[in-house]
């Protein structure tokens, strides 16, 4: 009995300790080293920026086996911030976005297809007013390593191209505002 | 039938000042509710969206000012006393009246509040800015929003039941409770 205990630790050190498996990041929400940010055309003469504010998520990453890097992203699609209030309120209301409706947003990544420069393309499902779509994300791996406070650190960016009436938001911002770029900055803190 | 020449009110009849006060709230009220509920419906791309808002907001602010000047007269200046009725319609009549003060306060104080949310301040007409409060709460947008259509609502239903009030006094009772309210008095000063 105890013999397998003490097998079955060792057994789990080894798997936990070993390289090929992926290690486990939070993304650092609380010190906001990650945004969600968004960008759209406004009547194609310049881009509108605003950002969702609350959010949260993990990822698994290992710079030695990239391809079983995975991430699980859930967003308070009412933190959206266009940095005026009379916007936000309308974007937030039932003609846009319905945050009451559909309070959450999340992406579940399905596979990562890495490219020479660490970066790659994340497919997964995104979740948005309440419909799940297959996307993929452009990602570029920004850096890695040590930070001074004796933590491990690592950080990617990424655009996605959102088509909201793919979702079923089918409001009119006219020709040049459809598709949505979603600027993703995602800087994750070993667990 | 002659029309009241005086401004202040009296022991039987209303001054003309709080009549015009009286039905310019009454006309805005009318007016801005159908608005709100258009500005509601408009989207980015509709021509209306740029002026239809600044008109409902600077009509809005008129309220206000008026309301804020109507009341401090009506400290000073009481409105004549109630005509005879039962005790219980004259009771829901005052009940009536002070509610309406109060829904129409919220209304307008929930409807500054979403627009100066984010410490913008509202365009009077595009001739004067109005200054957004120091502080906000978060969310305040949503929550002023909420806020500023159900009073309103509750306002624009109390003011239908006010009006029907009115009626039944002027045809039913046959006395002249909306004829003192249109500044008119019997003959002989």
Do not use: C
């Not at chain 1, 698994?60 to 009379?86: L, R």
């Not at chain 1, 890695?144 to 491990?152: A, L, M, N, R």
């Not at chain 2, 004259?90 to 500054?112: D, M, N, Q, R």
């Amino acid at each position: 009995m105890k013999s397998k205990f003490f097998k079955g630790l060792a057994l789990a050190t080894l798997i936990s300790a070993s390289p090929l498996y992926a290690a486990d990041y939070v993304i650092d929400t609380k010190g906001a080293h990650a945004s969600i940010e968004f960008r759209i055309s406004h009547l194609g003469i310049s881009w509108l920026t605003g950002r969702f504010n609350t959010f949260n998520g993990d990822f698994s990453y290992d710079a030695k086996s990239p391809a079983d890097a995975s991430i699980n992203v859930e967003v308070d699609v009412a933190s959206f911030d266009s940095n005026h209030a009379e916007r936000n309120k309308h974007i937030r209301g039932d003609e846009y976005l319905n945050v009451k409706e559909h309070p959450t947003a999340s992406f579940k990544s399905t596979s990562f297809t890495p490219n020479a420069e660490g970066g790659g393309v994340m497919k997964g499902m995104l979740t948005l007013y309440g419909t799940t779509k297959e996307v993929a994300i452009d990602v570029d791996k920004v850096g890695e390593g040590e930070d001074p406070w004796g933590g491990y650190r690592v950080g990617f960016s990424g655009t996605l191209e959102l088509k909201p009436h793919e979702f079923g938001m089918n409001y009119k911002l006219g020709p040049a505002a459809e598709t949505v770029y979603m600027d993703l900055n995602i800087e994750g803190i070993r667990k | 039938m002659v029309i009241n020449h005086k401004l202040t009110n009296d022991a039987t009849s209303y001054g003309w000042g709080p009549v015009i006060m009286h039905w310019f709230i009454a006309l805005a009220v009318i007016g801005l509710y159908p608005l709100g509920w258009y500005i509601e419906s408009l989207d980015y791309y509709d021509p209306a969206y740029k002026t239809i808002p600044v008109w409902h907001k600077s009509i809005g602010i008129l309220v206000a000012v008026t309301l804020l000047v109507r009341i401090v007269w009506r400290l000073f200046n009481k409105p004549p006393s109630p005509l005879p009725q039962p005790a219980a319609l004259e009771l829901a009549a005052k009940v009536a009246h002070g509610l309406l003060y109060i829904l129409l306060l919220i209304t307008v104080t929930s409807g500054y509040l979403i627009s100066t949310a984010d410490g913008r301040a509202i365009e009077f007409f595009n001739l004067i800015s109005i200054p957004a409060l120091p502080v906000g709460i978060e969310n305040q947008e949503d929550i002023a929003g909420e806020i500023h259509f159900i009073v309103a609502t509750s306002l624009i239903l109390l003011a239908a039941l006010h009006a029907a009030a009115a009626l039944k006094h002027h045809f039913i009772d046959k006395d002249s409770t909306l004829k003192r309210m249109l500044a008119l008095r019997e003959e002989a000063e």
